[in-house]
């Protein structure tokens, strides 16, 4: 039985260093709505809602609002249909008044949601990767929400997709636990950094083996362009650079600035513009040479599709905290795998590396089955709060082996 279901405001002063800058975030604070169940087993459920300070109390306050959802159930009935646990939150019409299935309130499920799979995980003695990569196609399926998805991906086709995946899985299970699954840097690129402190994270970068960088853009063209140049003659014409613009532009700006940067051989333009703005992604996409990467704030399943159904993005970037939790992600995967379009999460934040790495290193086994492509944020910030930290060498993050999701932090608060 669920005997407790607590919550915690937690919030790091990362804006005093600037780590974390960019065009639209000036100066955040890596915060953390972060929320626990426990058991009369004596075992416990974690996970959070990743914000950036001001707000994390509303947070908070829509994660309590679902307290008396859980405290009293029988955890063993809720973790044994995840599927039903998902829709009776996020089909629960007064809830649902409060988005439909966005905003604050959606990634309030999110994280009730994920802190199940954190216990089932742990239950299940396995990391979530593989704790997902052990079902059955047809369990997979019966987590994801078919619903408003059916125009583009029905439940067969998701299926045939998971049952096509299925003879590779052992194989690609082993390649993962030896050779990790490829990161790539953002440490580097933050917008407050000097030029100094710029080229000498390039370099590190390089260093530590990773073969893709990313850097914040979007303040002004000329400082874009002494940048990039910047980071391009550190870094040389093996290692790929992504920029990132964090929504600052309207459409024609985006293209237009995207332009003055195309000398530099980027490997994609982030969050050109606002991000629910599908038609204004899919005309930047016509209008640049280099992919458009999103979804880092995309509310759901549902625009998801259309970006992809506008072929409006070309690199799909989910997020762990931001849609609601696991069973949402599952139908994201999926729709990426339909579409044949790389999934390369968004991470850094507060334990945004230790939750989607999960995510990635299932879609590898079970789900896409490639890697071809794909590569997951690392950001070196605030790992010592988690009880389990992600481990990246090489340019790779190792498969983690304990059981759960990675979403415990060792501090409440
Ligand atoms: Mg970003």
Redo the contacts with the bound molecule.
Sequence with gaps: MITGFETADIRFPTSLSLDGSDAMNPDPDYSAAYVWMTTDAGDSGHSFVFTIGRGNDVQVAAIEALRERFVGRDADELLGDMGAVWRDLVHDSQLRWLGPEKGVMHMAIGAVVNALWDLKAKRAGLPLWELLASMSPEELVGLADFRYLSDALTRDEALEILRAAEPGRAARREQLLSDGYPAYATSPGWLGYDDEKLARLCREAVDDGFELIKLKVGGSVDDDVRRLKIAREVVGDDVRIAV?A?QRWDVGEAIEWMRALEPYDLAWI??PTNPDDVLGHAAIARGVSMPVATG?HMANRVMFKQFLQAEALQVLQIDATRVAGVNENLAILLLAAKFGVPVCP?AGGVGLCEAVQHLSMFDFVAVSGSIDGRVIEFVDHLHEHFVTPVEVRDGRYLAPTAPGAGTEMTTRG
């Design positions: 990132d964090n982030e969050e880092e968004h």
